[in-house]
């Protein structure tokens, strides 16, 4: 696949302080699927779209395979080798990575074809992006509204 903005999104989203610990506190807590989630702040924040649950839920059915059978079996890889084998951990570190990056790959295809149009343009901001967000985290949570605060202050173009 070509261009991914989503996850060049992600990334630089992903490296703002604090982020990974709100998005590993609402995987591990909630069973939060982060690219979902990532997914759903981009989509409000970068493309001025207010997704539906059923469209959220469609969007995510795509992908629901790849992270089951892929994502998943390869984070509990590299969970278990952190503790046994260094070199066998940074490898699984760097494979789960990858797949996560497919995942967005798939989770961007799926989106552009469930809404027409999607694609970065102005208009998007904070409200958007959280009301996405708690779609994926019904009830909210801590976590959330720390995830919420560091979008809030990402710098335009980020």
């Known amino acids: ?28 807590r909630r069973g939060v ?3 979902l989630l990532l997914f759903a702040a981009w989509a409000g924040l970068d493309c001025a779209v207010r997704l539906s649950g059923d469209a ?8 629901s395979g790849w992270r089951d059978e892929v994502v998943l079996p390869l984070r509990a890889l590299r969970r278990r080798a952190k503790v046994e084998d260094d070199a066998f951990y940074r ?9 996560e990056r497919v ?7 799926a989106a552009a074809a469930a809404i027409a149009g999607l694609a970065p343009r102005p208009g998007g901001g904070i409200a ?4 996405n967000m708690a779609l994926v985290v019904p009830g ?3 976590a959330l509204e720390e995830l919420a605060g560091q979008l809030a202050e990402r710098p335009a173009g980020e």
């Open 1 to 28: 696949m070509g261009a991914n903005p989503l996850w060049d999104f992600s990334l630089a989203v992903y490296g703002r302080p604090g982020v990974p610990a709100a998005c590993l506190a609402l995987q591990d």
């Open 33 to 35: 699927d982060v690219n």
């Open 56 to 63: 959220l839920s469609s969007i995510d059915s795509a992908v």
């Open 91 to 99: 490898r699984m570190k760097a494979a789960e990575l990858e797949a």
């Open 103 to 109: 995942q967005q790959d798939r989770l961007f295809a």
């Open 128 to 131: 958007l992006a959280v009301a």
């Open 140 to 142: 909210g949570d801590p």
